[in-house]
């Protein structure tokens, strides 16, 4: 049996295998774990693979048996695992730094995040997912959002120092202007 063939193989694999033979339909599974032994080490790896079982029937339509076909995704697991570890650590560096960060998304500038530093200059308005226009609507603000769209549609660069920007850091309606390196 499969079972006695792979003792080591994921409990869920041999469920997977018998629903496709007591239902007669078939099914996948993605990211499963396998453990494998290492001709070159003696010491068992770990492995990723994505499985597909289809329901081998005869010509009445009777379950005969299972085929299983798996395809190796260890690489791509172990890349995602990697990118998210990065994805953590920058943010935990964002977040501790002592100026300003902001992560904004897309031509309409949506504030998808921003540390303690930016927070504290945005005041008390809940501008996290909206598009920043909307968020500030002042028209101080215009040239900001005009830099932010010169930056999106030609990928350069720009640091513009000490700019005076006009707008209601309180949310209260009281517009006042500042001096901010964008």
Known sequence: TVRAAFPEADPSVFELLDDVYTR????????VRVVVPSPLRGKP???????KCHALKDSGGRVQG??????????????HAEAERQRKELARIFAQAPFAVSYLQGARHVLKSANE???K???????IGQPLPAA???SGMRGVYALLDRVYATGETIVEREQPIAWDHSGCGDVAAGFYDV
Not at 45 to 51: K, N, P, S, Y
């Open 136 to 138: 500030f609507p002042e």
């Open 117 to 119: 530093a930016q927070l």
């Open 66 to 79: 299972v085929i299983a076909f798996g395809l190796d995704i260890t690489d791509q697991v172990r890349a």
């Open 121 to 127: 200059i945005i005041g008390p308005r809940n501008a």
């Open 45 to 51: 790896g770990e492995r990723f693979v994505d499985i």
């Open 24 to 31: 007669g339909v078939s099914r996948g599974r993605s990211g």
